[in-house]
């Protein structure tokens, strides 16, 4: 019964490189979402999907993009890592709109 | 874009007492959910309880329970028995319904005192 499946969990960048974090889910949810934590600020969504082929931008989509080419697996690209990028991400999908998110256990990232 | 609003930063309950963590949200649609999840130390994210806009009754599970009121757009979520383990940070969150925009307020830190 494994859920939402993060990978890594942990990662150090360098400025400027690339990476991918995987998520994937294996209770045939629609809906998936990415997160971002840093302290003092809770959870912000950074992109979402309601369907395999259809994203959308969250509250702070820049410097990171995704796609959703089947319905279990929504990954996260940084495209040029930012110190500011430093935080641990979540990822978590859900049945419906009515119903509880199920997330990751999160990815701790740091960039220097 | 729907906003949530935790005012609490911290709060400190006694053992075996009741507590309410205050929530407040914004929006101009009237079809919406309010969750609110645990996150402890340990990190994951735990769901604790839904109450959808259409709700007449005020959501309930367990020792949880959300005191709705949505003339007020207010969503408390209110602990009743405290216990040691209820020690964590709590999120109120909200997501409209046909949409999957799940917005998070900045959470509240609650500490049971033995």
């Known amino acids: 019964n494994a859920g939402v499946t993060q990978t890594p969990k942990f990662q150090v960048l360098k400025t400027g490189q690339s990476m991918t974090l995987q998520c994937a889910q294996d209770?045939?949810?629609?809906?998936m979402s990415w997160y971002r934590q840093d302290p003092g600020m809770g959870l912000r969504l950074i992109h979402y999907s309601v369907g395999a082929g259809i994203t959308d931008q969250g509250e702070v989509p820049n410097g990171y993009n995704v796609s959703r080419s089947t319905t279990e697996d929504f990954p996260l690209r940084l495209l040029s890592a930012a110190p500011s990028q430093t935080s641990v991400y979540f990822c978590a999908s859900s049945y419906e709109d009515y119903t509880e998110a199920f997330f990751g256990q999160g990815t701790r990232l740091t960039v220097v | 874009a729907q906003k949530i609003t935790q005012t609490q930063p911290g709060m400190f309950v006694q053992e075996k007492e009741a507590v309410t963590l205050d929530c407040t949200y914004d929006?101009?649609?009237?079809?919406?959910?309010l969750f609110w999840y645990k996150q402890p130390s340990s990190g994951e994210m735990i769901f604790l309880i839904y109450?959808?806009?259409?709700?007449?009754q005020n959501a309930t599970e367990g020792r949880y329970s959300l005191n709705f009121q949505k003339a007020r757009k207010s969503a408390n979520l209110v602990i009743s028995a405290s216990q040691l383990g209820d020690s964590a940070m709590y999120f109120c969150?909200?997501?409209?319904?046909?949409?999957?925009?799940?917005?998070f307020g900045a959470g509240t830190r609650l500490t049971v005192k033995p």
């Open positions: 209770m045939n949810h629609e809906y």
């Open positions: 969150a909200m997501r409209l319904l046909n949409n999957n925009d799940m917005r």
């Open positions: 929006t101009s649609d009237p079809s919406y959910g």
């Open positions: 109450q959808g806009s259409y709700d007449q």
